[in-house]
């Protein structure tokens, strides 16, 4: 039996109340095998990055149960979902939100000096790319390179598991096929689930599975037999 890396069973979200609440979900299942690549499409609105927070530990479900492994999320403590965040989740986001004053090896070590079970800032800056580009500051690098920087900060905790909302928004597609590329490999040699969020349809090609969402929803789940790796994708 494949084991899940997530399972959510009806989960909804209501942000605000009353008149003005927002349904953001409004009853999600889904199961997430482990060690896929599983790309989240769907129009702006539709509630993915809702999603992404409350399987990532972020934010909480209204209603519903989310399961990562067999421990529900949904029943956790803030201090155990800190916990969960720490020790399985990476984080990589459309702005890099890399600390300016912090060269790219001190960017990483933010989070390998709190992480269980982390790897050495420089191999994880190498693996991206960046071997050469240790000691230099963000405004040093190109968009890209930053991106790679907060990947490299992802994945150096060693987590078991990726979330990229919009990783490639602020690049040019040349740019972006890199990251992409770098994605590809944390999720073949790491062995980690990496969930992207994107608008770009066109990234479907290179995940195991896809999710489209519409209005808090999921509509279809589209399990690709053949993968394209990020060179073959055009957007
Ligand atoms: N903190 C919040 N308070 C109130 N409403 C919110 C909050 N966060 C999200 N929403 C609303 O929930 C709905 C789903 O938002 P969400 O950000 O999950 O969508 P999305 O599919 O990720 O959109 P995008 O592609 O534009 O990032 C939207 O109507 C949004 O306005």
Known sequence: MTMNTFST??????????RSAVHALRGVDLDIPKGEIVVLLGPSGSGKSTLLNIIGGLDRATEGDAFFQDQNLSEMTD????????????????????????????????????????????????????????????????????????????????????????????????????????????????????????????????ADRVIHFADGAIREIVVNDKKLTPEEITW
């Open 9 to 18: 069973k009806g989960i909804t979200k209501v942000y605000g109340e009353g």
């Open 79 to 206: 201090k155990q979902l800190t916990q969960y965040r720490r020790n399985h989740v990476g984080f990589v986001f459309q702005f890099y939100n890399l600390m300016p004053s912090l060269t790219a090896r001190e960017n990483v070590e933010l989070v390998t000096e709190i992480a269980r079970d982390p790897m050495d800032p420089d191999a994880a800056l190498a693996m991206v790319g960046l071997r050469e580009r240790v000691d230099h500051f963000p405004a040093q690098m190109s968009g890209g390179e930053q991106q790679r920087v907060a990947i490299a900060r992802a994945v150096a905790k060693n987590p078991t598991v990726l979330f990229c909302d919009e990783p490639t928004g602020a690049l040019d597609s040349t740019t972006g096929r890199a990251v992409l590329n770098v994605l590809k490999d944390v999720n073949e040699k790491l062995g980690a689930t990496v969930l992207i969020v994107t608008h770009a349809a066109s990234q479907a090609a290179m």
